[in-house]
Antibody, heavy 118, light 106 residues
Framework: QVQLVQSGGEVKKPGASVKVSCKTS????????ITWVRRAPGQGLEWIGW????????DYAQRLQGRVTMTTDASTSTAYMELRSLRSDDTAMYYC???????????WGQGTLVTVSS | SYEMTQPLSVSVALGQTARITCGGN??????VHWYQQKPGQAPVLVIY???NRPSGIPERFSGSNSGNTATLTISRAQAGDEADYYC?????????FGGGTKLTVL
């Protein structure tokens, strides 16, 4: 069965970086893109960016450009999202999801809580 | 950039029909997907491409898309349907979510 399993929660200080992993299984990694989404407390879903697992094309949300980097490791079917220069308003639950443009985000990871606090 | 508007909240009596709207300019020309998110859980895809249900989603969930409004309809609402619901489209290569609607089942 399709599974996306994310790394554990993180507590970081302002200005630090965090790298979240998303290990996939149950399907051919290169046939679906990976999207990253977050939800801050009291807020709605916010798109962070996506990466193609086929050719590593990517696109990031404009407000996070310059602070976020997404990568993949096909040998382990794992995607990564790194966010730098963390601020308190980056505190959120971060999710990875498998996607196709026409079929939506059909499988999601369980979420990784990133807390930014001094 | 493309924007979509959802009502902040919708209430429905148990067993009745709830309709959650997602407004956007000529949204009928876009593939609209809908997600349900319950507290403490990851989002779940409930409708893709306007009106298609993924495997395991009850027939009570349906979608439509016309003009400037996409609609998620939940028939015979149950207590377990209480959740936040989000519409989503692609805008060129970017992903856009609606602001989300909190569904309360009375």
């Amino acid at each position: 069965q399709v599974q996306l399993v994310q790394s554990g929660g993180e507590v970081k200080k302002p200005g630090a970086s965090v790298k979240v992993s998303c290990k996939t299984s149950g399907y051919t990694f290169s046939t679906y893109g990976i999207t990253w989404v977050r939800r801050a407390p009291g807020q709605g879903l916010e798109w962070i960016g996506w990466i193609s697992t086929y050719n590593s094309n990517m696109d990031y949300a404009q407000r996070l450009q310059g602070r976020v980097t997404m990568t993949t490791d096909a040998s382990t079917s794992t995607a990564y999202m790194e966010l730098r220069s963390l601020r308190s308003d980056d505190t959120a639950m971060y999710y990875c999801a498998r996607h196709t443009v026409t079929l939506g985000f059909d499988y999601w990871g369980q979420g990784t809580l990133v807390t930014v606090s001094s | 950039s493309y924007e979509m508007t959802q009502p902040l909240s919708v209430s429905v009596a148990l067993g009745q029909t709830a309709r959650i709207t997602c407004g956007g300019n000529n949204i009928a020309n876009r593939n609209v997907h809908w997600y349900q998110q319950k507290p403490g859980q990851a989002p779940v895809l409930v409708i893709y491409k306007h009106s298609n249900r993924p495997s395991g989603i009850p027939e009570r969930f349906s979608g439509s898309n016309s003009g400037n409004t996409a609609t998620l309809t939940i028939s015979r609402a149950q207590a377990g349907d209480e959740a936040d619901y989000y519409c989503q489209v692609w805008d060129n290569s970017a992903v856009v979510f609606g602001g989300g609607t909190k569904l309360t089942v009375l």
